[in-house]
T-cell receptor, first 115, second 114 residues
Framework: GAVVSQHPSWVICKSGTSVKIECRSL??????MFWYRQFPKQSLMLMAT?????????EQGVEKDKFLINHASLTLSTLTVTSAHPEDSSFYIC???????????FGPGTRLTVT | AQSVTQLGSHVSVSEGALVLLRCNYS??????LFWYVQYPNQGLQLLLK??????LVKGINGFEAEFKKSETSFHLTKPSAHMSDAAEYFC????????????FGAGTRLFVKA
């Protein structure tokens, strides 16, 4: 099946710094990628829809200036958490949409810890 | 708007017993429905999906689910639980006409007793 990678898999940063997370579709082109956030023992909450070559669409309540999303190519989307705070600590998961198959493929997730 | 309700945040079964995880959905358009499994500190693995056609869908690891439009349900079953089935299970609905945005249920933790 199709593979989606995320980098890094785990990151610790200090409060006030910014962190960039990459999401790549390895063997297919994805015009649409999604970013999710998952708190411990909770479900995945959709943060935003990332469309190649255009601005991301954010879900209600998600700060677009804090969570910067860039989808510069058909295989790469990045999520930058700006001025991170401890409450941003979470598991961030991306998915890439293969429209020819009508299916999403999920990345393995990135564990962010802000100290 | 779409939504998913998973009945029971925790389900416990004995090894070899039937597994039944319940999922009800709400969608204004014909939905795509999914079941995913998540092991601790890992991403999601697709178990099975319903798009169109046959309403009984078979997935990996012996799981299956049946789409019942009249009941707006998509319950997940497995005839005989194995210890390795212990994990978190998520039901999800996607709107094919809305950019395939996917909404997840709250999840059900499956415990399997020896």
């Amino acid at each position: 099946g199709a593979v989606v990678s995320q980098h890094p898999s785990w990151v610790i940063c200090k409060s006030g710094t910014s962190v960039k997370i990459e999401c790549r579709s390895l063997d297919f082109q994805a015009t649409t990628m999604f970013w999710y956030r998952q708190f411990p023992k909770q479900s995945l909450m959709l943060m935003a829809t990332s469309n190649e070559g255009s601005k991301a669409t954010y879900e209600q309540g998600v700060e677009k200036d804090k969570f910067l999303i860039n989808h510069a190519s058909l295989t790469l989307s990045t999520l930058t958490v700006t001025s991170a705070h401890p409450e941003d600590s979470s598991f961030y998961i991306c998915s890439a949409m293969d429209r020819t198959m009508g299916e999403q493929y999920f990345g393995p997730g990135t564990r962010l810890t802000v100290t | 708007a779409q939504s998913v309700t998973q009945l029971g945040s925790h389900v416990s079964v004995s090894e070899g017993a039937l597994v039944l995880l319940r999922c009800n959905y709400s969608s204004s358009v014909p939905p795509y429905l999914f079941w995913y499994v998540q092991y601790p500190n890992q991403g999601l693995q697709l178990l099975l999906k319903y798009t169109t056609g046959a309403t009984l869908v078979k997935g990996i690891n012996g799981f299956e689910a049946e789409f019942k439009k009249s009941e707006t349900s998509f319950h997940l079953t497995k005839p005989s639980a194995h210890m390795s089935d212990a994990a978190e299970y998520f039901c999800a609905v996607s709107d094919r006409t809305g950019g395939f945005k996917t909404i997840f249920g709250a999840g059900t933790r499956l415990f399997v007793k020896a």
